[in-house]
């Protein structure tokens, strides 16, 4: 079992700046963000694999997003710059046990429990 405590949602205006912050109860494989808008489908805005301390960006979040960890205090981090309204949505940190695959929802079992983000015009 993994335990995800999210922070550090909010509201900005267009072109403003958040991070939210992820601790994990202990290492994890791979640490992915997420995003659901109202009336949509969860998904992907970026995963981290820890066997390789790679990244994926969504292409819709590339250039404005950065995924990061301090892992000595197994926090991760999503760093979201030059935010758009399209970017509002409750965001989730979640964590998988799988260490390859793609940053899908169906491999990440562990879920954080979510915060808003809003960005307006």
């Known amino acids: 079992q993994v335990r995800l405590v999210e922070s550090g949602g909010g509201s900005v205006e267009v072109g403003g700046s958040l991070t939210l912050s992820c601790v994990a109860s202990r290492t994890i494989s791979r640490m992915g963000w997420f995003r659901q808008a109202p009336g949509k489908e969860r998904e992907p805005v970026g995963c981290f694999y820890r066997i390789d301390d790679s990244i994926w960006y969504d292409d819709s979040v590339k250039g404005r997003f950065t995924i990061s960890q301090d892992k000595a205090k197994r926090t991760h981090y999503l760093q979201m710059s030059n935010l758009k309204p399209n970017d509002t949505a409750v965001y989730y940190c979640?964590?998988?046990?799988?260490?390859?695959?793609?940053?899908?929802?169906?491999?990440?079992?562990?879920w954080g429990q979510g915060t808003n983000v809003t960005v307006s015009t």
């Open positions: 979640a964590a998988g046990d799988s260490v390859y695959g793609m940053c899908t929802v169906a491999l990440h079992g562990y």
